[in-house]
């Protein structure tokens, strides 16, 4: 492979990436500026007032050698000359003054503004359903939310004024040229108006290769964050040789594509700095040649040679603006990209803002659900790799569920149960609205569960999933959720109902004994027990139990079922188990098969049935996983 060849990235395992328009991208900014629009204003008087004392600079250099110096040099009086020079002074004073305040304006309004946006996207995050986090890592996510958030303080800080500033200094820079003498000034032009539209043509160009360098960028995040959580099971099972190799191909082909973009860049930047000189010795052919019949004073002419050297400077940055610019609307693409995203699962515009205390049945009605197919190059996890790969791999829409119906009354108690793939979880999830039903509705008295708010539908459920997550922070605060505001005693009542205020009696701290990230200084059980007891805090009327006591060894599960025999009592509850032991005393047992509800009944009905719920009981029994 050459030094100019590259590797492309190929598509992102991602929702696919829309490519705003410069206008569109430029509107966004500015409707993001518009509110510090007195901060913007200061800014831009500080930038006229360093434009105009820099274009004044040579006006008073040609005005000391043309005037000031033989006029000395005649009276031998440095009066003149004295004040000239101290003009001078002031003027660049003025200019370095001017560019100073107007840097620190910028820089602190671009820093305001990337902290706005990393809020808005951090919060917008919050908001989405969950098949974006399916087909969109926590590492992408990381690289949206953070290394591509900084890339737009440049759109804020360093372009929004400084493109301004290059734009004004090369407006005025020609004026000031035409002037003064036409002539040299459009031959200056003409010599660099080629170059000037080569270097649009190339930064046009650079754009593409800025955005797959970033999309190179995020591959390499994703890899590094989803690979270090794995690192004792790579240890373990020898595989952290691959996973070295995978890190470093993705880090070669980074790398080769920054290096690319930056010598390309360095390369063009270089060539076209040889035209200021090519400009200049044209000045000098021309003037002191007097090919065009011009008579021009040493002041004039050095007054060009400076102006010359300030048109290539706007030039050169403006182009560097522009340069800074393709690389941050390659972020800019991404961050306003997720801020658009709509969420599958939004609240309509007049959702009801409160459940009914006293409703009386929840109802699945023909429900059937699709899973969008994963972009290529994703790899299907839990229930949805064993699907796919009964299905041959097939990389269609995924029906999870079909044609579902059931009802659940207030204080009853159900199980799902059935073969791993068949649906249980997904179930759950749509009760929880982490999906909506492709077909049918699911209700609650008959009124549909997407008319009620999100928050206030969540509110009423007790949530324990198989995967068990504590926060860091204290065992208080994981089980209030950081809810401030709920009192230790609410607290000492979920762990009283468990019989688990022992367990925490135990811990030097008791609630304040502190969480380490993953909750790893607690043994699995006592993260189990924690789980439950958060679900447990808020008194809700729903219990959603999904595999709650698959980690758990049986001594410590029997514990547990006793507790929440006695806590499902008389409260609404649906519990996903394999155990099946865990749910013989549930009041009705809804058995699923790929997607399909083709049994229901209880425990004892069921076994008679001989059906799929008894060959499953069957098989546990013989493996000793039931009583």
Do not use: C
């Amino acid at each position: 492979m050459s030094f100019w060849d590259y590797d492309d990235p190929g598509p992102e395992d991602e929702t696919t990436v829309r490519r705003l328009p410069i206008r569109e991208m430029l509107q966004r900014i500015g409707a993001r500026l518009w509110p510090r629009r007195r901060r913007l204003a200061v800014g831009i008087a500080l930038l006229l007032g360093a434009v105009a004392a820099e274009l004044a600079a040579p006006l008073v250099l040609r005005y000391v050698i043309d005037r000031g110096i033989p006029a000395a040099s005649e009276t031998r009086r440095f009066d003149g000359l004295l004040l000239a020079g101290l003009l001078y002074l002031l003027v660049v004073a003025v200019s370095s003054g001017a560019t100073y305040l107007q840097s620190l304006v910028a820089t602190r309004m671009g820093l305001d503004l990337v902290a706005q946006i990393k809020q808005q996207a951090f919060d917008h995050i919050f908001t989405l359903g969950a098949d974006y986090f399916d087909h969109n890592p926590p590492g992408r996510l990381l690289a949206r939310v953070e290394s591509d958030s900084e890339r737009l303080q440049v759109l804020f800080s360093e372009v929004a004024l400084a493109l301004l500033r290059s734009l004004l200094l090369l407006g005025g820079t020609l004026l000031v040229l035409l002037l003064a003498e036409p002539r040299i000034a459009l031959a200056v032009v003409a010599l660099t108006l080629p170059f000037f539209a080569s270097a649009i043509l190339f930064l046009r160009y650079m754009r593409g290769v800025y955005a797959r360098t970033r999309k190179a960028f995020a591959r390499l995040s994703t890899f590094v964050t989803e690979y270090v959580q794995a690192v004792p099971l790579l240890q373990v099972y020898r595989r952290t040789p691959w996973a070295m190799e995978g890190l470093r191909t993705r880090n070669v082909l980074t790398n080769r594509l920054e290096w690319r973009s930056e010598s390309l860049d360095y390369t063009f930047w270089s060539a076209f700095m040889t035209v200021e000189i090519l400009a200049i010795m044209l000045i000098l052919y021309l003037g002191l040649g007097d090919k065009l019949g011009l008579v021009m004073t040493l002041g004039t002419l050095v007054l060009f040679v400076e102006y010359t050297r300030r048109l290539f400077y706007p030039i050169v940055m403006f182009a560097e603006q522009l340069h800074f610019m393709q690389k941050a609307f390659a972020s800019a693409d991404r961050v306003f990209g997720l801020l658009e995203t709509k969420s599958n699962v939004a609240d309509p515009v007049d959702a009801i803002a409160r459940i009914p205390e006293d409703w009386k049945e929840i109802a699945f009605e023909n429900v059937t659900f699709e899973y969008e197919p994963a972009p290529a190059g994703s790899v299907p996890e839990g229930e949805d790799a064993v699907e796919s790969l009964e299905h041959g791999g097939h990389r269609g829409p995924k029906r999870a569920l079909e044609h579902v119906s059931f009802r659940l009354r207030r204080g009853e108690r159900i199980a799902l149960v059935g073969p791993s793939g068949g649906g249980k979880t997904t179930l759950t999830n749509l009760l929880l609205r982490f999906y909506e039903p492709t077909e049918g509705r699911i209700t609650i008295d008959g009124v549909d569960l997407k008319r009620y708010a999100q928050k206030a539908w969540r509110e009423e459920i007790g949530l324990v999933l198989q995967d068990i997550h504590l926060f860091p922070g204290t065992v208080g605060e994981n089980l209030r959720v950081f809810h401030d505001e709920i009192p230790d005693e609410d607290l000492t009542r979920a762990l009283t109902a468990l019989g688990a205020v022992d367990v925490v009696a135990r811990w030097p701290k008791g609630l304040a004994t502190p969480v380490t990230e993953g909750g790893k200084n607690f043994s699995m059980g006592e993260r189990q027990v924690l789980s439950f007891a958060r679900a447990l805090v808020r008194d809700p009327s729903l219990l959603v139990l999904d595999e709650a006591t698959s980690s758990v060894d049986p001594v410590t599960e029997r514990a547990i079922q006793v507790s929440l025999e006695r806590l499902m009592a008389g409260r609404t509850s649906v519990v996903v188990a394999h155990r099946l032991s865990t749910v013989t005393t549930a009041d009705r047992i809804l058995v699923f098969q790929r997607g399909r509800l083709v049994e229901e009944g209880t425990h004892a009905e069921l076994l008679a049935r001989e059906g799929v719920y008894s060959a499953l009981f069957d098989l546990q029994f013989r493996m000793g996983e039931v009583a």
